[in-house]
């Protein structure tokens, strides 16, 4: 292979510039720490919740439409608000505070004082009398610490993840360099779930090394909790260095280019989110969001009813969890190197953007099937020597790994790719509304969806409706999709219409 030849397979799997590693290598490591405590903290969290005494997976939609919701709007209004107050710095650096305070006090005092603390005999009497529907709001305020975890978990995905990391990204980082940087941000994204796995697995076997007694769950926590500390220090200080020595490089950052807060009269809360109304390019973004949350939150919740007959205690689902994150992990990672950048280059933005629908649908309707005609699979199952049950679980599992893989690879990297045409204010105030109340408005879009249909009898008989309701979902998703790449294709040629 000539050198011409070479350097073109080099710029196809590594498009970067050695000079470009002084700002890639930092917000691929912050990114990273990011993901594994998001990871490690999203495991913990299901693992509390799903087998916690009078609770279960179907406890989960009532937690993301009474609990998180709520909070991702209060948070919100406090951020828009600080927005105004402080340099992007100070409010970077106050985000990460709430969420180191608390999961330190989850383990050291909520944790450990949780039968003395969770009203275990009266949220008893009130289920054994409670309907279907009602069952798993009761479960909420049964176990309120595990609960609280749930909240402060799903809010750091959406805080340091979709608003802090990428809105820091979006606002430093060129058109030409996204198609470049950001698959490879995600590597660090996907590296971070082998290692969560890793450490959860690992910290979950304590169990098989403990003397009788003790609570294997919190020698978990302390191990889990010390390394979350440690990556969120880590945040900060990167967080710090790039701002410190790699923006005052004119060869990765000019001011000059952003658009100063003064050119645009500032928006208050409503306006922002009349300006998301009355914004055709950001309501499509919007559909995007909700849609996927709506999805793979009917998908997860299904799926990890399976997953929690199958591994009852808290130790055995997070080690199944955890080599769930390294499967997720690696197909990832595969994909953002040979998929992602490639697809971007040569099909195009809207290409790239219609295939995790796609892959959701496909893979959506091979689980759905196969749990709803389980019992006419059963000769099959049984000849490969397994249960039921166990072959629910790993179908799903396979079904999860697909759908989460496409949505790092591909999803995600376009969806950020869509506010970089757009001018400052409509980046701060519509990525605000989209990332922390659009992701969870979609996903408890969801939750609201599964509780009415949990009157009409347990997850078992609701199955059907809840696929049917999903495929009707990814249409609009995808038509949404296609229409976004025509919007997103005019903006990027003229950045000012």
Not at 376 to 402: H, K, R
Request: glycine content about 6%.
């Amino acid at each position: 292979m000539d050198q011409h030849g070479f350097g073109k397979l080099r710029r196809t799997f590594w498009p970067i510039h050695n000079y470009e590693l002084k700002k890639l290598l930092p917000m691929l490591f912050m990114f990273f720490f990011i993901s594994f405590n998001y990871s490690v903290v999203r495991n913990i969290k299901d693992a509390l919740i799903v087998t916690a005494p009078g609770s279960g997976a179907e406890t989960i939609p009532y937690l993301k439409l009474w609990g998180v919701i709520p909070a991702a709007v209060i948070f919100m209004l406090i951020y828009a608000k600080l927005s105004n107050m402080l340099s992007k710095a100070n409010l970077f650096y106050i985000s990460v505070v709430p969420f180191v305070a608390f999961f330190i006090l989850f383990d050291l005092v909520l944790y450990p004082m949780q039968d003395t603390l969770h009203p275990h005999d009266l949220a008893a009497r009130l289920q054994s009398s409670a309907p279907e529907g009602v069952y798993f709001f009761i479960a909420m305020f049964r176990n309120w610490s595990y609960s609280l975890f749930y909240i402060f978990a799903e809010l750091w995905g959406s805080v340091m993840l979709s608003l802090l990391f990428w809105g820091f990204a979006n606002d430093t980082t060129k058109v030409d360099e996204s198609k470049r940087f950001y698959a490879l941000f995600g590597i660090g994204a996907n590296l971070a779930l082998e290692f969560s796995g890793l450490a959860t697995s690992h910290y979950a076997q304590v169990k098989d090394n403990i003397a009788p007694g003790v609570d294997p769950m919190q020698l978990t926590l302390n191990g889990l909790t010390a390394l979350f500390v440690v990556c969120a220090i880590s945040i900060i200080v990167l967080y710090w260095w790039i701002n410190k020595y790699v923006l005052t490089d004119a060869r990765f950052y000019d001011p000059a280019r952003i658009k100063k807060k003064g050119d645009k009269p500032k928006m208050s809360l409503k306006d922002s989110f009349k300006f998301l109304i009355h914004s055709k390019y950001l309501l499509y973004i919007a559909i995007l969001v909700v849609a996927y949350g709506i999805s793979i939150n009917l998908i997860e919740v299904t799926w990890k009813s399976q997953v929690r007959l199958q591994y009852p205690s808290m130790n055995e689902y997070l080690q199944f969890m955890g080599n769930y994150n390294r499967c997720v992990a690696w197909t990832t990672i595969f994909m953002m190197l040979f998929v992602t950048g490639n697809v971007l280059r040569l099909f195009g933005w809207r290409v790239a953007a219609l295939i995790t629908p796609t892959v959701l649908l496909i893979t959506g309707i091979i689980f759905f099937v196969i749990l709803i005609f389980m019992e006419e699979a059963q000769p099959i199952v049984d000849y490969m020597g397994t249960s039921p049950l166990y072959a629910a679980v790993i179908v799903g599992l396979i079904q999860n790994v697909m759908s989460k893989s496409s949505k790092y690879s591909l999803f995600d990297p376009t969806k950020e790719m869509t506010y970089i045409p757009l001018d400052q204010e409509s980046k701060v105030k519509g990525k605000a509304a989209i990332d922390v109340v659009g992701s969870r408005l979609g996903k408890a879009g969801g939750s609201l969806i599964q509780q009415m249909l949990f009157f009409l009898g347990p997850l078992a008989v609701i199955t059907p409706y809840i696929a049917a309701v999903i495929f009707v979902i990814i249409f609009v998703w995808i038509l949404a999709a296609y229409r976004l790449g025509h919007e997103f294709k005019n903006k990027s040629l003229n950045p000012d219409s």
